[in-house]
Every structure is written in structure tokens, then in C-alpha cells.
């Protein structure tokens, strides 16, 4: 067997190992340093929006908290989303996904995952807002859970403390009234928001992690 036989052996061996070799997702990345705002960027009202013992408080008049760091550039297409969250009692949130910078109102493009345990609007905790709704309250007010999604393809998955919630698959002719035009499914940022000035909501632990 000549040497050069040997060499392109070991390199079909090589990479026939590494066909059959799973890949690994990216690490999580956290996009809030529990210190600033640092990377993020609010709309119309930014006072909304403030630092507390290492958390994001939300309590404030309607705005939206957009990331705008320099984790992808802060343009997520598959990906995984999570952070710790816990609501006041009466208190209505939510985080967007492939959602992009907005000045006023409510973020025209992309998905609102809801964050609301016990406010008097019925699409609580988890629920694809006004796609795939939940009516069942699965967390306490008060109390720390964890809110996790996951978009993949046409995919997306809402999990509450682990359990999955909602597993939504877009379809290729989703149909939407003029004034959900944008909840598609594309590629953009992630962002919080505040909803009103009774609610108030916390955030800690916010990570992505790129598929």
C-alpha cells in the first residue's frame, strides 16, 4: 500500500467519522450582564425600563425593550431563547421574537410570546399572541419560572418551566388580517416589553443560543 493510498485512506476514514458525528448547537450566551442596559435600545418610553438588584424591571407606560448587541449581530434566525421571569399580580408582558427596532407601538413584525399570569387579558403565559393561544395558567405570580423558546425552520416552541406549552408550525400560505401582516417567521431580534403602566413584570438570566 503506498503512502498516498494511506493518506487519502485516512482522510475518507476522516471524514466518514465526522458525517456520523452529531453537531452541537452554539453555547448559551447571555445578552444582559445584570449590571446596564448595555446592548439594548427602548421605544417611546424608556424610563419603563430599569436595572434592579441584577434584573430588568419592566413597570412603566407602553414600550418595548429591543436588543441591539453584538451576539449575531442581533439578527437571530434558528435559535433558542430563554429567561427567568416573574410577574406582579394584574401584570400583562411579553418577549418577540424576529422582531426588529420600532420607535412607537406595538412591534409590527415578528411574534409576541406572552407573559401573563393573572391580567384581564385571557391569552396568558406561553401563548403564540393571537396565533396559537393558551388559557391555562401554568406559574404562580410572584414566583420565578422560566419562559424558553425555541425556533427552528417553520418551528416554534414555547416550554414553561420545561413543559412545552405550545409547538406551533408555521404554514407556507399563513394567512393574517392587515394588522398581524408581520407575524412571520424571518429572522431579527428579540425583545421585551412593557404593556402598562399597572404592570410589572421582572427579568433575570436572559440568554440565546443560536441553532
Known sequence: MTNSFKATLTVLVLLLVLSFTPRQSAEWVSLFDGKSLDGWKASENPETFSVVDGKIKVAGPRAHLFYVGTVENHNFDDFEFKAQVMTEPGSNSGMYIHTEYQEEGWPSKGYEIQVNNSHTDWRRTGSLYAVDDV?????????????????????????????????????????????????????????????????????????????
Open 135 to 211: 388559557r391555562d395558567v401554568y406559574v404562580k405570580d410572584n414566583e420565578w419560572y422560566t419562559e424558553h423558546i425555541i425556533v427552528k425552520g417553520k418551528q416554534i416552541t414555547v416550554k414553561i418551566n420545561g413543559n412545552t406549552v405550545v409547538n406551533y408550525t408555521e404554514p407556507d400560505d399563513a394567512e393574517r388580517p392587515d394588522s398581524m401582516s408581520g407575524r412571520r417567521l424571518s429572522s431579527g431580534t428579540v425583545a421585551l416589553q412593557g404593556h402598562d403602566p399597572k404592570s410589572v413584570v421582572y427579568y433575570k438570566d436572559i440568554m440565546v443560543r443560536p441553532l
